[in-house]
């Protein structure tokens, strides 16, 4: 679709709007313009034979690696709010997700697809200034060029409201992919970074809503950026996951995206085991509490398991790796996930974030 950004948005919808030769069709040829362009930057990569421009992108894939595939949906209302999240952030975390799906297999990005729909006033720009859709790909390109995904295609719509959907394309080394499914008893259960951070932004956010009374809540503050910087710009751990593959050091591997409690019990009905963590062990994040770090979603840390033997560095990249928990074998007996904390064991429910729903 590479011919993308050009025949579906421009030429059919033009036609229809024939009479109204105005600056709002030149806002939209100035924004295809505007993504080809910074997309042309990524052509750089020797993973993409073609870019943007034709009927199809072109990949190389490189001998002695396989292709790694994830598609992601972000939409209005469910996974962000338009009027409470900035249109740069939108961009990221719509990338970021992706991106973080590929970390989690051990992958290198290698090309981004991505099919834009969004009303047609986010596309206008008033008095020279920029429009919505432009700070969308500030946000896109900015993390897009910071980890090295060139974006070689995709599609742009109008439509009632802002949907962004994703399609990656990493690369693994053949047979060296981390899957959820090869975790077995014994095994250290590891986690990277902090967790419940962006649970502690989000909360921060609807905080900040209530204080001012309105049933609508304000655009995000700048003076709280700071506490709510793992919500809006997570920053998925593509140099771990390479690093975890590349060494053979994770038995199995997943992202967090919906909160440990549920994402655990994930990683351990597909390898077939249970688990037991450690609630002093946690690393929680800094403001975060116990149920923020075990429910609280979008953290997008890797979890992993090790062999017991395993060396496990106590950073990769500088990001802090932190072992929680051990992997046990599934019995009638015990949970699929067992959380010890000062008052004992209990079972650890799967109770993760719902989104905006
Ligand atoms: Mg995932």
């Known amino acids: 679709m ?14 229809k709007r024939a009479q109204n030769k105005n ?8 924004l295809i313009d505007e993504i080809r362009r910074r997309a042309e930057a990524g052509r750089g990569s020797r993973d993409l034979g073609l870019g943007v421009g034709d009927d199809c992108a072109l990949l190389r894939p490189r ?3 396989e292709l790694a595939v994830t598609t992601d949906l972000s939409l209005a209302g469910r996974h962000f709010r338009l009027d409470w999240h900035r249109a740069e952030v939108v961009g990221h975390r719509a990338l970021a997700r992706g991106l973080s799906d590929l970390a989690a297999m051990g992958a290198r990005p290698v090309a981004a697809f991505l099919s834009l729909a969004l009303p047609r006033e986010l596309t206008q720009r008033r008095g020279g200034g ?32 802002v949907l962004a959907d994703i399609v990656l394309i990493g690369a693994v080394p053949a047979g060296r992919a981390l899957l959820r499914s090869g975790a077995r008893p014994g095994d250290g259960i590891y986690v ?7 649970a502690v932004g989000l909360s ?11 049933s609508k809540p304000p655009a995000i503050p700048r003076r709280l ?18 690093a975890l593959a590349r060494r053979g050091l994770a038995t199995a591997a997943m992202d967090l995206s919906d909160g440990l409690s549920t994402d655990l019990a994930r990683l351990c009905r597909e390898s077939g085991v249970a688990a037991e963590i ?66 004992g064991a209990r079972a650890l429910d799967s109770a993760g974030w719902r989104h905006f729903a």
């Open 204 to 214: 921060a956010l609807e905080a900040e809503a209530a204080r001012r009374g309105g």
């Open 225 to 242: 950026e700071a506490v709510l910087a793992p919500h809006l710009y997570p920053q998925p751990r593509l140099a771990v996951g390479r």
């Open 278 to 343: 450690q609630s002093a062990a946690l690393p929680v994040a800094c403001e975060a509490t116990l149920d923020q770090a075990l429910n609280g979603g979008e953290d997008y840390e890797l979890l992993f398991t090790a062999r017991p033997t395993a060396k496990m560095p106590r950073r990769i990249g500088g990001v802090p790796i932190t072992r929680i928990g051990t992997i046990l074998k599934t019995s009638n007996k015990r949970p699929q996930v067992t959380l010890v904390g000062a008052e």
């Open 63 to 65: 001998v002695g690696e």
């Open 2 to 15: 590479p011919g993308l950004f050009l025949a579906p948005y421009s030429q059919s919808g033009m036609k």
């Open 130 to 161: 920029t429009s919505w859709a432009d700070r969308f790909f500030d946000g896109f390109f900015q993390l897009a060029e910071k980890t090295g995904t060139p974006l070689a295609g995709g599609d742009l719509c109008e439509a009632g409201t």
């Open 192 to 198: 990277t970074g902090g967790l419940g951070g962006a």
């Open 23 to 30: 600056r709002t069709q030149r806002n939209e040829l100035a």
